[in-house]
């Protein structure tokens, strides 16, 4: 499974982004979708996590601001950021629990990321 995320980018204080995840590849079925984060010398954290029904779940510093959403047909995943902050800035890795149409069971996957920087 592939996934390619777009969308980051440089954005003042305030403003928006939207960031989106296309999973691709032999894809029988994707359970759970979510968008982590790494800031420069902090740990990966989960942002907010959607499952295939719809079912959301967010970090407390995301409620409010953004909102994850996806596209079973399309095997993507979206975040619409709003209200950014400049501590959201860090490179954001899109997630997938998937099964593929050769195998039995259920393996995690990730994109490569793409940087979110939010000025002051």
């Known amino acids: 499974v592939r996934l390619v995320e777009s969308g980051g980018g440089l954005v003042q204080a305030g403003g928006s982004l939207r960031l989106s995840c296309a999973a691709s590849?032999?894809?029988?079925?994707?359970?759970?979708m979510a968008w982590f984060r790494q800031a420069p010398g902090k740990q990966r954290e989960m942002v907010a996590h959607?499952?295939?029904?719809?079912?959301?779940n967010y970090a407390d510093s995301a409620k409010g601001r953004f909102t994850i959403s996806r596209d079973n047909a399309k095997n993507t995943v979206y975040l619409q950021m709003n209200s950014l902050k400049p501590e959201d800035t860090a490179v954001y890795y899109c997630?997938?629990?998937?099964?593929?149409?050769?195998?039995?069971?259920?393996?995690?996957?990730w994109g490569r990321g793409t940087q979110v920087t939010v000025s002051s």
């Open positions: 997630y997938c629990d998937a099964r593929l149409s050769t195998g039995t069971g259920f393996d995690n996957y």
């Open positions: 590849g032999s894809i029988f079925r994707i359970a759970a």
């Open positions: 959607i499952l295939s029904g719809g079912t959301t």
